[in-house]
């Protein structure tokens, strides 16, 4: 594998982490905000539109029939303060049914619509008598029929809260459970691939130093040495890391060793051949009888041993024509002679 590959695919694990890790938080993120959503719908307005009914039955309507009973709000705005009072039960109970609701919840929510049916005929029995602007109904109403319609449906309302403060706890430890798993998750993400990363930077950090030899100042020392022509320098790198660039620079140096070698050997022979053409282009004495030669210890010697021992030259003997034909006569003479 090419470094270059090794590199980007460190280079990826790590993008990949990151990206891992963002998509992580981002989904932490998004599920702590819709958490937090569900919490505010479903149940902190809930909270507040039964924190209106509960208000409207339990203070306005109750309210609005005692000041009447007692004189201090005339039977016009009695009539319209429950009218409004009735238009927001309205509104709000609408809107909290509207909610998510569990089964525990829509059970609650059923009994207090019984309750409601109730509190209602004793609301509409309240209009009947403002209409009728009757005070001894009224203060009769107030004494014996209001408290036992709305006292029942008020003290269902506020179960129905505090179940909403138990399922807002509920949907809180659900968040928290999420997010410590979520901060978790990504710690573990984050740790692994720093530890992945960090194995495969030494993994690739080995090779590079298996594949260099040794470590890369120490290379480029080697080469920048053998460049400068310097064949002396000692190449430490061990026989295991054949194929290596510094076991092939010691495999280079050696040879380039080698090869001076040889080349100051043939330098020398060529410096002994061109001493011995020299010698034989100068002047060489020689008998003109036997043809002996003399050498450099003032020895005379055959001609062919002499050229023989300071060149690659052999000799072979035979005649000329002009010997051969001489030699011919000779022999020609020693057989008349014979006869």
Known sequence: MKVSTKLFSMVAVMMFVVIMVGITGLYVAI?????????????????????????????????TAH????????????????????????????????????????????????????????????????????????????????YPAIDPLSKKISELAALQLVLVRHDYEKSLEFYENGKLLMLIMTVGGLLLSLLMAVAIIRQLLRDLGGEPSFVREIAQAVADGNLSVDVKVDDVRKG???????????????????????????????????????????????????????SWQQLEKYITERSEAEFSHGLCPECFAKQMEELEKIKQGRQ
Not at 52 to 61: E, F, L
Not at 92 to 109: F, G, I, V
Not at 117 to 142: H, N, P, S, Y
Request: one cysteine or more.
């Open 244 to 298: 290596s660039v510094l076991f092939g620079m010691k495999v280079m140096v050696n040879n380039l060793n080698d090869m001076m070698t040889r080349m100051r050997d043939k330098n020398q022979q060529l410096e002994e051949s061109l001493e011995l053409v020299k010698r034989l282009e100068g002047m060489i004495k020689i008998c003109s009888c036997c043809k002996k030669v003399m050498d450099e210890q003032n």
């Open 31 to 63: 599920n702590s905000n819709e958490g937090l959503k569900t919490v505010y719908k479903d149940r902190t307005e809930p909270l507040e539109q039964l924190k209106s009914v509960s208000d409207m039955y339990a203070v306005h309507i109750v309210d």
């Open 67 to 146: 000041k009447t009973r007692d004189g201090a709000l005339d039977w016009g705005a009695a009539r319209e303060r429950v009218a409004r009072s009735r238009q927001a039960i309205a509104i709000n109970w609408q809107a909290y049914l509207n909610s998510y609701a569990d089964p525990d919840e829509k059970k609650s929510q059923a009994e207090a619509v019984q309750l409601m049916k109730i509190a209602d005929i004793a609301v509409d029995r309240l209009e009947v008598i403002l209409r009728q602007e009757d005070r001894a109904a009224l203060t009769a109403f107030a004494a014996a029929d209001m």
